[in-house]
C-alpha cells in the first residue's frame, strides 16, 4: 500500500468525498431513495471533515514557537472532534428526513442504475480508507485514523443503505427504506461517540502503549551493566507526537560531563527504538531521595 504524506492523504480524502458526494446525489435522484440520500449527505460530511483535517494538520506540523515550546501536535485531535459534531448533525437531519418518509412511502426507482452508482461511490471510498489508514499508521496521525474509520463507515453503511432499498423495492414494504436510512444514522451516531471519546483520551495525555513502554524500559534496562539505574518512567502521546520522562541513577563517582554523555546516548538510544519518541531524562546519584514526580509536596513534573 502506497504511504502518502499526511496533507497528500488528506487532500486525496477531500477529491473522494467530492466525487462519492456527486455520484450518490445522482443516485439519489434517480431512484429517489431517501437511503441512497442519507448516503449522500455522509459524503458531505465526509467533505467537511477531510477540508477541516487539512488545516489541523497545517497547524499541527507548525515548529514550535513562544506560546506553544512543545509543538502544535494535539490540534490533530480537534479535527476528529469537528468531524463527530458534523457526523451527528448529518444523522439528525438523516432521521428527520426518514421520519416523514415512514408517514409518506414513495415506490422505490430505477434500482439498477442507482444501485450501480452507489457501488461505485462506495468502491472510491474503501480505496481511499485503506490509504489513510497506511499513512496513518506510518506517520502516527489521528487525524488521518479518524478520516481513514469514518471513509469504512461509509462504506458498510452503503452496503446497509443497498440491502435496504433492494429488500424495498423485492418485497414492496416500502417502509423499509426509511428504517434503514434510520438505522444508518444510528450507526454515523455511534461512529461520532467514538471519534469524541478517542480525541478527549488523546487531550488528555494518554500513555503510549505497552509494546512502546516494554520497548523504552528495554533500552533502559542495557544500560544496568554500566551502572546506570531508572525509575519513574512517564510517557504521553500529543497528535503524532510522542513524550516519555525519566529518571536517570548513575554512580556517584561520576563527572557531569560523563553522566551528560550517557544521558544523551540513551536519549538517542530511544528515539531508535520507538520512532519519535522524545526523551527528556533527570540525573541523580545512586543513593540520593527526592520526591517523586508525582507527589503532590514535590516539585512539578516537567511537561515534555
Given at each position: 500500500m502506497?504511504?502518502?504524506a ?30 441512497f440520500?442519507?448516503?449522500a449527505l ?5 467533505l467537511?471533515g ?25 490540534a ?5 472532534i ?6 451527528s ?7 428527520g ?6 408517514l ?18 462506495s ?9 489513510l489508514?497506511?499513512s496513518g ?6 487525524a ?9 463507515t ?8 443497498i440491502?435496504?432499498v ?13 428504517l ?10 455511534r ?11 488523546g487531550?488528555?495525555d494518554?500513555?503510549?502503549g505497552?509494546?512502546?513502554i516494554?520497548?523504552i524500559e528495554a533500552?533502559l534496562?542495557?544500560y ?15 497528535g ?7 529518571d ?26 520507538v ?13 540520593v531521595?527526592h520526591a ?13
Amino acid at each position: 500500500m502506497r504511504i502518502l504524506a499526511p496533507q497528500q492523504a488528506i487532500k486525496l480524502s477531500v477529491g473522494a468525498a467530492l466525487a462519492t458526494m456527486a455520484i450518490k446525489v445522482a443516485a439519489w435522484g434517480l431512484t429517489g431513495s431517501v437511503g441512497f440520500l442519507s448516503d449522500a449527505l455522509e459524503s458531505s460530511v465526509n467533505l467537511a471533515g477531510a477540508l477541516f483535517a487539512l488545516w489541523m494538520l497545517r497547524w499541527a506540523h507548525e515548529p514550535a514557537d513562544e506560546q506553544h515550546p512543545f509543538g502544535h501536535g494535539k490540534a490533530e485531535y480537534f479535527s476528529a472532534i469537528f468531524e463527530a459534531g458534523l457526523i451527528s448533525l448529518a444523522a439528525l437531519a438523516i432521521i428527520g428526513a426518514a421520519g416523514e418518509r415512514l408517514l409518506h412511502p414513495r415506490p422505490i426507482e430505477s434500482l439498477g442504475l442507482g444501485t450501480v452508482f452507489a457501488v461505485i461511490a462506495s468502491a472510491v471510498n474503501l480505496a481511499t480508507a485503506r490509504v489513510l489508514f497506511a499513512s496513518g499508521r506510518a506517520h502516527r496521525s489521528m487525524a488521518l485514523d479518524a478520516d481513514a474509520r469514518h471513509l469504512m463507515t461509509d462504506v458498510w453503511t452503503t452496503a446497509g443503505v443497498i440491502a435496504g432499498v433492494g429488500l424495498a423495492w423485492a418485497t414492496g414494504w416500502n417502509w423499509l427504506d426509511p428504517l434503514v436510512a434510520i438505522a444508518v444514522a444510528l450507526n454515523i451516531l455511534r461512529e461520532g461517540w467514538r471519534l469524541i471519546r478517542a480525541s478527549i483520551d488523546g487531550l488528555m495525555d494518554r500513555a503510549l502503549g505497552d509494546e512502546e513502554i516494554a520497548r523504552i524500559e528495554a533500552v533502559l534496562h542495557s544500560y544496568a551493566a554500566r551502572g546506570v539505574g531508572f525509575e519513574n518512567l512517564r510517557t504521553r502521546r500529543a497528535g503524532a507526537q510522542r513524550f516519555a520522562n525519566v529518571d536517570l541513577r548513575v554512580p556517584g563517582d561520576w563527572t557531569v560531563t560523563r553522566a551528560h554523555d550517557v544521558a544523551d546516548e540513551i536519549e538517542r538510544a530511544v528515539g531508535l527504538a520507538v520512532a519519535g519518541v522524545l526523551l527528556e531524562t533527570h540525573v541523580e546519584p545512586h543513593g540520593v531521595k527526592h520526591a517523586r514526580r508525582d507527589d503532590p509536596h514535590g516539585p512539578p513534573p516537567p511537561l515534555g
